[in-house]
């Protein structure tokens, strides 16, 4: 089946955290057209999960994104998904090995427990049964009037303690702080809806300190390359914000350099979405604000 435009973001970021080759593609769950959005083999958890990080430690995750907000009977369908690989995941384990993993989720369960005090929590390296990560870009309202799951530090994330039958945790992406550090990748899976929202969203990944540098630039080349689904909006706000930046490198390096650095940066950006034609035209022109104006209006053309 083909992804969703929403979803085809989501696991773009999701692999560009994890790794493209931990992710399987959707799969059906038996005995009813029921697909899975995607599932996530994590072993050391990559820069970007943020606080959902001692979480998917070691685990199996069972993704599940609504760009809108899930009603009840959604919610209890994706936990019937959960409930066959959990089922899948005890029958692979040989019989000598299940009262260890039982001991072994139980104490990862606890060490996940203490992302609510501000020390990080240990990596645990304790096999667990898979858990359901659901990503609801709204307020998922009516799940958390009907199921009342326990919320966590920060806000807008719920977490569910299921040693046995597996974890499920919500997170609601639009709802989670826009300067708590760490969580500047995961709030970008919600497609911004205004260019405001998207500078936003931006600007808190590039002010992010628990988030590496390196991947604050290969994140911001993947949403201009389209190798994770963006919009032109975002493609403009990235531009501006290259010029802003040039702009302070020039005030502190000298502004030659600073100009020729963003020059540099734009046109690498720009071979990203067009064609030689069109690059050989944004070389052509000398001036720095009339090539910033010229792949704005380029990107923004169907």
Same mark, same amino acid.
């Given at each position: 089946?083909?992804?969703? #435009? ?17 992710? !399987? ?42 760009? #809108?907000? +899930? ?9 019937? %998904? ?5 089922? @899948? ?10 009262? %260890? ?16 005090? %501000? ?18 870009? /709204? ?9 009342? +799951?326990?919320?966590?530090? +920060?806000?807008?994330?719920?977490? *569910?303690?299921? +040693? ?13 702080? &826009? ?8 709030? =970008? ?8 929202? $998207? ?6 990944? =590039? ?15 993947? =949403?201009?390359?389209? $190798? ?20 302070? @490198? ?5 502004? !030659?350099?600073?100009? &020729? ?16 034609? *069109?690059?050989?035209?944004? @070389?052509?022109?000398? /001036?720095? *604000? ?13």
């Amino acid at each position: 089946m083909r992804r969703r #435009r929403h979803e085809e973001r989501v696991f773009g970021i999701l692999g560009f955290i994890q790794g493209e080759r931990a992710i !399987q593609p959707e799969r059906a769950a038996p005995r009813a057209s029921r697909f899975i959005d995607g599932i996530i083999e994590v072993d050391k958890p990559g820069d970007g999960w943020g606080p959902l990080d001692p979480f998917v430690a070691n685990r199996v995750v069972l993704v599940e994104h609504y760009s #809108r907000a +899930p009603g009840i009977t959604a919610c209890v369908r994706t936990v019937a %998904k959960l409930a066959h690989l959990v089922d @899948e995941w005890w029958r692979d384990l040989d019989a000598n090995h299940r009262k %260890k993993a039982l001991a072994a989720a139980s104490t990862a369960a606890a060490a996940a427990a203490s992302i609510q005090s %501000k020390k990080p929590a240990p990596h645990t390296a304790a096999p667990c049964p898979p858990m359901l990560l659901i990503l609801s870009a /709204d307020r998922p309202r009516q799940v958390l009037a009907g199921l009342q +799951p326990p919320p966590i530090c +920060p806000t807008g994330i719920w977490h *569910a303690s299921r +040693p046995v039958l597996g974890d499920v945790t919500l997170v609601h992406v639009r709802g989670l702080p &826009q300067r708590h550090p760490g969580v500047s990748v995961l709030r =970008l899976m919600a497609t911004p809806r205004t260019r405001a929202e $998207a500078m936003t969203l931006l600007d808190a990944l =590039l002010a992010d300190p628990d988030v590496l540098q390196s991947t604050k630039d290969d994140l911001l080349e993947k =949403l201009m390359s389209g $190798a994770i689904q963006s919009t032109p909006t975002e493609h403009q706000t990235i531009i501006a914000q290259i010029r802003s930046e040039g702009r302070q @490198e020039g005030r502190q390096e000298g502004r !030659q350099e600073g100009r &020729q650095e963003t020059r540099n940066v734009l046109l690498r950006l720009a071979r990203y979405r067009l064609d030689d034609a *069109a690059i050989s035209e944004l @070389e052509s022109i000398s /001036d720095l *604000a009339d090539l910033e104006a010229r792949l704005v209006e380029l990107l923004g053309t169907p």
